[in-house]
């Protein structure tokens, strides 16, 4: 079985346009709060968070290219619904890019990050599906804080 840039591209824009519909449900005034306190994360940050790590683990662990990503920083990012927007948008184009070089044989599978892949495997499909794991788990974390954001609503 193969994992076409096709295939991947279209579970990661289904996992986006998941987070773009809880970005739009909460609005401006509830999608940078955070639920519980300082400890827990809001849907922005989230957001900011699944369009780094996609640019980070294709375009840095996957192609080579240079990164300068500050993950703890992410989480802290704040920007308004229709940012948000604009931002997977370009995220959207961006991963298409980089899943059609990774199909086309321009990867870089000697990156040391990829031993952090479950069970050994670095082939470029293990890590397609390791992003949308990402994406997958943190649209959950969403979920979970748009529905403690709104309970009381």
């Known amino acids: 079985m193969e994992l076409t840039p096709e295939t991947a591209y279209a579970y990661t824009r289904h996992a986006f346009a998941q987070m773009l519909d809880l970005t739009a449900r909460l609005g401006d005034e509830k999608v940078n709060l955070r639920p519980h306190g300082p400890s827990t994360n809001t849907v922005a940050g989230l957001v900011f968070h699944c369009c780094e790590l996609t640019r980070a683990w294709w375009a840095h662990v996957g192609l080579g290219e240079p990164s300068d990503r500050d993950r703890e920083s992410e989480f802290a990012h704040t920007a308004t619904v229709a940012e948000l927007h604009e931002m997977v948008e370009e995220t959207l ?5 980089y899943l ?7 990867s870089t599978p000697d990156s040391p990050y ?11 499909a ?11 788990q943190h649209l959950g974390h969403m979920e979970l804080t748009a529905d403690a954001l709104t309970a009381s609503s």
Request: glycine share 14%.
């Open 93 to 97: 184009a961006a991963a298409d890019g």
């Open 100 to 106: 059609q070089r990774m199909g086309a044989g321009e």
């Open 114 to 124: 990829r031993e952090f892949l479950p069970g050994g495997e670095t082939s470029d």
């Open 126 to 136: 293990s890590l397609v599906l390791h992003v949308v794991e990402e994406l997958f």
